[in-house]
C-alpha cells in the first residue's frame, strides 16, 4: 500500500514539474535557445544607447538662442542617423531569431522559397542563416495543404513570435523613454548650475549703485580741488567734454566673471517707451520648448518593429492559402507616454522655471536702469531747437550742466556685458544709445551759454556807458535839467540791477570755466572789463547827486519867471472873454462861435504849459503853483460854449420832433432829451454872470417838459380805438391818412389843456389792458392744461388720474386772478368773459373734488370687491360697486382720449355721476366696515391689522397662506405657521384642499410643533382654533423641560428645549432654590445663601465657556438671554447675601419678579402683585439687562395691572420706556402691542384698538 502510493506520488511530481517546465519553456523567451540570443544582444544594445545624450552644451561658452538651437539640431541630425543604425540592427537580430525560432519548430517561412543569393546555400531567401539540421531539398518542396493541426501549431508559433517582436519594440521604447528623460534632465542640470552663480538682488542693485557713486564721487573731488601735476593726464580733455572716469570694476569681480561664463546671451534694448530684452522670456522659453520637442520628434521618427514588411511572415502569416488577419497593433505609442510621463512634463516645466527664474534676475538688472531710461526719454523729447531760442537763467545753466555731465559719466561707465548667472545681459545698445544722448543737450548748451553771457556782458557795458556818459553832460536848458534830474532818479534805482546781472554773468563765466565750454577769448577779455565799467557808472552817478542841489536852486528860479509870464498871457485872454457879445442874444452867432474857439484854444494851450510847469516843480521837489484863475478862465468859457450849443441844438431838435408823426413819437427819449437840457440850465444859471441868453433856453426847456406827462398818456400803448374816439372828440381833431397827428398839431389846437381829461382816459386804458392780461394770462394757462391719466396696474384700457397738485394750485390761482378782475370797477369790456371763468372753474372746483374723492375710494375697494371671495360673502355691496366700477371707468377712457383738464372737468353730468358715486361708495364702506367688525369680534387679534391688512387675508379665505405676512401682528413671537398637505409634504405655495398646519416658527428660525389644525373653514375660526394650540403647545413645552431639568446636565438641558421654556423653568428652579433658603433655619440660611452665590457664579461660567464654542445661533440666542437672566440673579443672590437676617419676607426678595408652578400653571409674584403666566409664545427674542431702574418700573407695572389700572413710565426721549414695558410683557409671557400716534389717528381707530386689546 505504502510502495503503490510512493510510485504514484513520485509520478504525480514529475509529470507537475515536466508541465511547470514545459510551460515556462513555452512562456519565457529566455529560455528558448533560438530567441535568448538575440533578446540578449537586444538589452545589451539598448543599455549602450540609453548612454547616449539627445542634448549636447559646451561649458564655458555662451549661446544665442539661434546658435544653440541650431547646434541641438545638428546634434539631433547626428543621433537620428546612429538610432536609425540602432533600429535596423535590432531588426535583423529579431527577424533571424525568428526564423530561427519557426525553423526549429518545423515550418518554413513563407518567403523561403523565394531565395535571392544563389551562392549561398544555407542562406534563406532574405539571407538568414538555415540551422544545418534542415534538408534545405526537403523544404524546398511544395508543402501539401497542412492539416488543421498543423495550421493551429503554426498559428500558435506565430503568435507567439510576434509577441516577441512586440517585446523588442517595448525594450526600444523603453530605451528612447529613458534616452528622452535623461537629455532632459541634463537640460535642466545645466540651467540649475548656470542659476546658482545668479547674483543676488541686492548685488544686481549694487552694480548701477557703484556707478553713481562713484560718478558723484568724481564730482565732489573735482569740485573740491584741482588735479596735481602728477595725476593730470597727459592730452587735455577736449573742450566741452568731461575728464574720462577710470573703470570702477573690482579685481575679485573680473576674476569672478572670468570663472562663470552664462550659457546664454540676451541683448538689452533701450527705446523711448520701455527697456525691453531681445530675445525676451516668452521667446527664450518657445525656444526651448521646441528643442525639448525635437528630442520626442527625433525619437518618434523611429518606426515600431511591429508594423515593419520584414515581419509580415510572423504577424500575418500565410496559412491554408491566405494571409491571416493582423491583429497584433502597431505597437507600443511612445507619444502618449510622454505625455502621460508626469516626472518628464515636470523636467519640462523645470526648464521653463529655471529660464524664468534667469530672466527674473534680467528684469531687476534693468529695473536698475530705469533712471537712465528716464533721462533718455526726456533727453530724446526735449526740443533742441526750442532750448535754444527759449530764455535762460544762469540757473538753468548749472542744473543742465551737472545734469547731462552727470548722464554722460554714467553711460560711459555702464557695463557692455554683464554675467546674471544663466543669462550673459549684453548692454551695447543701450550704452551706444545713452551716451549720445546727453551730449546733443550738452553741445546745445555749450553753444548758446557763451552767446548769452556775452549778449548781457555787451548789453550791461553799453547801458553802464550811455549811463555815464548822460551822468555827466552838463544840462543848459530847464528842459534838460529836468531830463538829467530825472535820468538820475532813474538810475539810482537801476544801479544795484545792473550790478546783481553783472553778478549772473559772472556765473556764467564761471559755469564755462569750470565745465571746459567752449568760449572765444575776446568774450572772456570783455567780460573782465565789466566791473571797471560798473564802477566808473555808479562813480558819475554819485557825483551827479553830490552837485544836484546847487542845480535845483539855479533852474527853480528860471521856472518861476516862466510861471509870471504863463499867468500874464492868462489875465489878458479873461480881460478879452469879458465881452458883452458873447452873452448877447442878437448877436451873430457864427461870429459868437469863431471868437469862443479861438479864447479856447489859447486857454487850453495855457493849460498844457501850466501842467508842464507842476511836473517840473515835482521834478524839482519844490512847492508847486495852483493856477485857479487859469482853471477859472476855462471854466467860463466851456460854459458859454455849452450855452450857445444848447440854444442851437434844442430849436433843431424841437422842429424834429414837432413834424414827426405822433404814432412814431418816442416818449421816453423825448422825456430824457429834457432832462439833460433840464441840468445844463441848471450848471449855467449857476456858472454865468445874469444874461439875457440863459432865460430864452430855460423858458424853452420848462414849456416843453409841462407838456411831458400829457404826451406820455396819449402814447399809452394801451389806448384802443374806443378810446381815441373819446380823445378825438375832446380835443376836437379826427386823424387821417392826409392830416396825422404831430406834436406840432397838438401846440396848435391847444389840446394841453385837456390834461386832466387825457389822463384819465389814459389811466382807464391801462387799467382794461391790465384786467384783459391777467384774463388772457388765465384762459392761456388753461388752454394746454391736460389731467394726468396714467395706467392702473396691468389692466388693460383702466385708467386713473395721477397728481393733481399742480392743476389745484393753478385753479387756486386762476380763481384768484379771476376774483381781482370780477371786483375791478373796468371790468365793463370783459364782464360777460369773466362772469363765464367764474362758473367754469366752480364746476370743475367741484367736479375734481367729487372726481378725486371717488377715485380715492374707488382704488381702495377694486381690490377687495376683485377678489371672489368678498363678491360672495357681500353680495348687494358688489352689485353697488360693478355699477360704480362701470361708470368710473367709462368716464377715465374717455378722459384719457380727451385728457384736456378743463374740458373735462366742466363736462355736462360729470358732477351729478361723481356725486351718485360717492353715495353708493359711502354704503359699501360702511357694509364694509360692519363686515370687518365681525370679524374682528370673532378673532380679535384681527383688530391689530389695519382694514387693507384684514381685507387682504380674507380676500383669500382659500388660501391659507394669505396670512403669513401678518402673522408678527396678530401673535408676539410667530413668524409664519409650517403647512402640510395630505401627503405629509411641506406646502410652500401649492395650496391644497384641506392643509395641516403642524409646527410655528419664530422670526429666529425657532419650531415648535403643534397641534393638528384643519386650516379650512372661516380663517378667524382656524386662527382661534392656532391661538389656542400655541398656548397648549408653551404649557407642554414649559412642562417637558421642567420634568427634564433635574435629569439632566443643565448645559446640555438648554439645548434641548425651546427657547421661552429655558427661560422660563430656569427662572421658576432659581426662585424655587432661592426660597428653599430663605425659609430654612436661621442657623444655616446666611452659609446657604453664600454657597448658593458660588453655585450662582459657577452657572455663570459654564455658560460663558460655552458660549465661546461653536454653537446653532439659537443655542447662542437662548445661552445670551440665559446668561442676561442669571447675572440679574446673581446679583439679587448677593444683596441677599450683604443682608442681616434676610428671609422668606425681606422687601428685598418680594419686590424680585418671581417664578412659581402651582397646579400646572405658571404663576409670577412681585410684592402684592399676581400675575398668571400668560403662554404668549415669544420666539428666541433676546431679553434687555435689567438694572435697579428696570426692576423699579416692573414694581409699577406690576401693581398697576393687579389693580386693572394703566401704567405710564416717563422719562426722556430713548431712555427705554417702551423697551422696558415690552420686556415685561416677554417675562409674563403676553403679547406687547406697540401704537405710535400721528395726526392721521381719530377716535375711531383708536376706539378699534383698544376692543382688541380688551377682548384678546
Known amino acids: 500500500m505504502w510502495k503503490a502510493f510512493m510510485v504514484w506520488y513520485k509520478n504525480i511530481r514529475i509529470k507537475k514539474v515536466t508541465h511547470a517546465a514545459k510551460a515556462l519553456n513555452d512562456q519565457l523567451f529566455l529560455l528558448q535557445d533560438a530567441l535568448r540570443p538575440a533578446l540578449l544582444n537586444i538589452r545589451e544594445m539598448c543599455f549602450r544607447i540609453s548612454d547616449m545624450s539627445l542634448c549636447k552644451i559646451e561649458k564655458k561658452h555662451t549661446y544665442t538662442l539661434n546658435e544653440f538651437t541650431d547646434s541641438q539640431n545638428q546634434t539631433l541630425s547626428q543621433v537620428t542617423a546612429r538610432l536609425q543604425e540602432f533600429r535596423d540592427l535590432v531588426k535583423d537580430v529579431v527577424a533571424s531569431a525568428c526564423r530561427t525560432r519557426l525553423f526549429e519548430a518545423g515550418f518554413v517561412p513563407d518567403d523561403f522559397l523565394h531565395p535571392t543569393d544563389p551562392t549561398n546555400d544555407n542562406l534563406t531567401g532574405n539571407g538568414f542563416p538555415m540551422p544545418d539540421s534542415m534538408d534545405i531539398d526537403t523544404l524546398a518542396q511544395p508543402p501539401d495543404k497542412a492539416t488543421y493541426a498543423e495550421q493551429a501549431n503554426k498559428r500558435s508559433h506565430c503568435r507567439r513570435l510576434t509577441n516577441f517582436i512586440r517585446l523588442c519594440d517595448y525594450l526600444i521604447v523603453n530605451t528612447f523613454h529613458v534616452l528622452a528623460v535623461n537629455s532632459v534632465q541634463s537640460l535642466k542640470n545645466h540651467f540649475l548650475e548656470q542659476l546658482e552663480a545668479t547674483p543676488s538682488k541686492d548685488e544686481i542693485i549694487g552694480y548701477v549703485e557703484d556707478i553713481k557713486r562713484k560718478v558723484d564721487k568724481t564730482a565732489t573731488a573735482e569740485g573740491a580741488e584741482e588735479p596735481s601735476a602728477e595725476t593730470k593726464p597727459a592730452q587735455p580733455p577736449a573742450p566741452g567734454h568731461p575728464p574720462p572716469i577710470p573703470a570702477i570694476r573690482p579685481a575679485e569681480e573680473d576674476e569672478a566673471a572670468k570663472r562663470h561664463i552664462p550659457l546664454f546671451v540676451t541683448e538689452m534694448k533701450l527705446f523711448i517707451e520701455a527697456i525691453q530684452y531681445h530675445p525676451d522670456s516668452i521667446t527664450y522659453q518657445s525656444g526651448i520648448y521646441h528643442v525639448i520637442q525635437s528630442f520626442q520628434e527625433t525619437l518618434l521618427s523611429i518606426d515600431n518593429l511591429i508594423p515593419d514588411t520584414t515581419f509580415d511572415n510572423f504577424t500575418r502569416p500565410y496559412i491554408n492559402e491566405k494571409y491571416e488577419e493582423k491583429i497584433c497593433g502597431d505597437g507600443p505609442d511612445l507619444r502618449s507616454m510622454f505625455t502621460a510621463d508626469y516626472h518628464f512634463q515636470d523636467l519640462i516645466k523645470d526648464c521653463s522655471d529655471s529660464l524664468e527664474a534667469g530672466f527674473n534676475a534680467a528684469k531687476i538688472y534693468a529695473d536698475t536702469f530705469d533712471e537712465f531710461h528716464r533721462f533718455y526719454v526726456e533727453n530724446e523729447n526735449t526740443n533742441v531747437e526750442t532750448l535754444k531760442i527759449e530764455p535762460h537763467d544762469v540757473e538753468f545753466f548749472a542744473t543742465s550742466l551737472a545734469k547731462y555731465t552727470r548722464e554722460e559719466k554714467i553711460a560711459q561707465l555702464i557695463d557692455a556685458k554683464k554675467p546674471l548667472g544663466l543669462l550673459m545681459i549684453d548692454s551695447t545698445n543701450t550704452k551706444t544709445k545713452l551716451e549720445p544722448s546727453p551730449r546733443r543737450i550738452l553741445d546745445v548748451i555749450n553753444e548758446i551759454l557763451p552767446k548769452i553771457a556775452k549778449a548781457k556782458t555787451d548789453s550791461l557795458k553799453s547801458e553802464a556807458q550811455d549811463a555815464t556818459v548822460k551822468l555827466e553832460t552838463k544840462p543848459e536848458t530847464t528842459l534838460d535839467f529836468v531830463d538829467s534830474l530825472t535820468f538820475l532818479d532813474e538810475i539810482q534805482e537801476r544801479i544795484d540791477p545792473l550790478e546783481q546781472e553783472a553778478e549772473v554773468v559772472r556765473q556764467m563765466y564761471e559755469l564755462i570755466d569750470q565745465y571746459n565750454v567752449p568760449c572765444p577769448p575776446e568774450d572772456i577779455v570783455s567780460h573782465s572789463s565789466l566791473t571797471t565799467t560798473l564802477n566808473g557808472c555808479r562813480n558819475a552817478m554819485d557825483k551827479a547827486l553830490t552837485e544836484r542841489d546847487s542845480n535845483v536852486t539855479r533852474f527853480v528860479s528860471l521856472l518861476d519867471k516862466d510861471i509870471e509870464i504863463l499867468t500874464q498871457d492868462v489875465r489878458q485872454i479873461k480881460q478879452d472873454s469879458q465881452n458883452p457879445l458873447l452873452l448877447d442874444p442878437t448877436a451873430d452867432k457864427d461870429k459868437v462861435k469863431l471868437l469862443l474857439d479861438d479864447y479856447l484854444k489859447k486857454i487850453e494851450l495855457q493849460q498844457r504849459t501850466s501842467t508842464q510847469y507842476r511836473l517840473y516843480q515835482k521834478n524839482f521837489k519844490v512847492e508847486v503853483t495852483k493856477f485857479d484863475e487859469l482853471e477859472e478862465v476855462y471854466g467860463e468859457l466851456k460854459l458859454k460854449e455849452l450855452l450857445w450849443n444848447s440854444l442851437n441844438e434844442w430849436d433843431i431838435m424841437l422842429e424834429e420832433y414837432q413834424t414827426l408823426n405822433f404814432d412814431k413819437l418816442d416818449h421816453e427819449q423825448l422825456t430824457g432829451i429834457v432832462n439833460k437840457y433840464g441840468k445844463y440850465v441848471y450848471q449855467l444859471e449857476r456858472g454865468l454872470p445874469p444874461n439875457q441868453s440863459l432865460p430864452i433856453l430855460k423858458e424853452k426847456v420848462e414849456s416843453l417838459r409841462a407838456k411831458l406827462p400829457t404826451i406820455t398818456n396819449l402814447r399809452n400803448p394801451n389806448l384802443r380805438p374806443r378810446h381815441w374816439d373819446v380823445i378825438e372828440d375832446l380835443i376836437k381833431f379826427h386823424r387821417s391818412a392826409e392830416e396825422p397827428l404831430t406834436l406840432g398839431k397838438l401846440i396848435d389846437i391847444n389840446a394841453f389843456q385837456h390834461e386832466e381829461r387825457l389822463q384819465e382816459i389814459s389811466g382807464q386804458a391801462s387799467s382794461e389792458a391790465s384786467l384783459e392780461g391777467i384774463l388772457k394770462r388765465v384762459e392761456d394757462s388753461w388752454k394746454s392744461v391736460e389731467f394726468p391719466v396714467i395706467p392702473y396696474k396691468d389692466y388693460k384700457d383702466v385708467y386713473i388720474l395721477g397728481g393733481t397738485d399742480d392743476i389745484m394750485q393753478l385753479l387756486d390761482d386762476a380763481n384768484i386772478n379771476i376774483a381781482t378782475i370780477a371786483s375791478s370797477r373796468h371790468v365793463g369790456p370783459i364782464r360777460s368773459r369773466v362772469e363765464e371763468w367764474q362758473s367754469n372753474l366752480d364746476l370743475f372746483s367741484k367736479t375734481l373734488d367729487t372726481w378725486s374723492k371717488c377715485q380715492k375710494t374707488w382704488q381702495y375697494l377694486e381690490s377687495i370687491f376683485g377678489a371672489p371671495d368678498i363678491q360672495r360673502q357681500l353680495p348687494a355691496e358688489a352689485k353697488m360697486f360693478n355699477q360704480v366700477d362701470k361708470t368710473f371707468k367709462d368716464v377715465m377712457r374717455k378722459t384719457n382720449k380727451i385728457p384736456l383738464a378743463i374740458k373735462a372737468g366742466t363736462q355736462p353730468g360729470y358732477l351729478e355721476l361723481f356725486q351718485t358715486n360717492n353715495a353708493l361708495l359711502d354704503q359699501i364702506q360702511h357694509a364694509l366696515a360692519s363686515y370687518l367688525e365681525t370679524k374682528r369680534s370673532n378673532f380679535p387679534r384681527f383688530y391689530f391689522l389695519s382694514d387693507e391688512e384684514l381685507l387682504e387675508i380674507l380676500s383669500q379665505t382659500r388660501n391659507p397662506l394669505a396670512v403669513q405676512p401678518h402673522l408678527r401682528k396678530c401673535f408676539e413671537g410667530i413668524n409664519r405657521l409650517e403647512f402640510a398637505s395630505k401627503g405629509g409634504e411641506d406646502m410652500e405655495m401649492t395650496v391644497t384642499m384641506a392643509p395641516e398646519i403642524r409646527g410655528m416658527l419664530s422670526p429666529e428660525g425657532e419650531r415648535v410643533d403643534l397641534l393638528k ?202 431712555t427705554g420706556k417702551t423697551e422696558t414695558t415690552k420686556d415685561l410683557a416677554k417675562a409674563l409671557a403676553k403679547q406687547c402691542v406697540v401704537f405710535n400716534c400721528s395726526d392721521q389717528v381719530d377716535y375711531k381707530m383708536m376706539g378699534r384698538f383698544f376692543s382688541g386689546l380688551a377682548q384678546s
Open 1013 to 1214: 389644525v384643519k386650516a379650512t373653514g372661516n380663517v378667524e375660526d382656524w386662527l382661534k382654533q392656532v391661538e389656542k394650540n400655541m398656548i397648549t403647545a408653551v404649557r407642554a413645552c414649559i412642562k417637558k423641560a421642567k420634568d427634564d431639568f433635574e435629569k439632566s446636565v443643565r448645559e446640555e438641558w438648554l439645548i434641548r428645549h425651546p427657547h421661552q421654556s429655558v427661560l422660563t423653568v430656569s427662572q421658576t428652579f432659581w426662585c424655587i432654590a432661592l426660597t428653599q433658603i430663605l425659609t430654612s433655619d436661621d442657623s444655616v440660611r446666611h452659609a446657604n445663601l453664600e454657597e448658593f452665590e458660588r453655585k450662582s457664579y459657577t452657572d455663570l461660567n459654564k455658560l460663558a465657556a460655552l458660549v465661546r464654542q461653536e454653537l446653532p445661533q439659537l443655542v447662542r440666542d437662548v445661552c445670551r438671554a440665559l446668561i442676561t437672566i442669571d447675572v440679574h440673579a446673581r446679583d439679587i443672590v448677593s444683596e441677599m447675601v450683604q443682608i442681616e437676617n434676610a428671609g422668606i419676607g425681606s422687601f428685598e426678595w418680594l419686590k424680585q419678579l418671581r417664578y412659581y408652578f402651582e397646579q400646572d400653571l405658571t404663576v409670577i409674584r412681585m410684592a402684592n402683585s399676581q400675575y398668571i403666566y400668560g403662554y404668549e409664545y415669544l420666539g428666541a427674542s433676546d431679553r434687555l439687562v435689567i438694572t435697579p431702574l428696570t426692576d423699579r418700573c416692573y414694581l409699577c407695572l406690576m401693581g398697576a395691572l393687579q389693580l386693572d389700572l394703566g401704567g405710564a413710565p416717563a422719562g426722556p426721549a430713548g
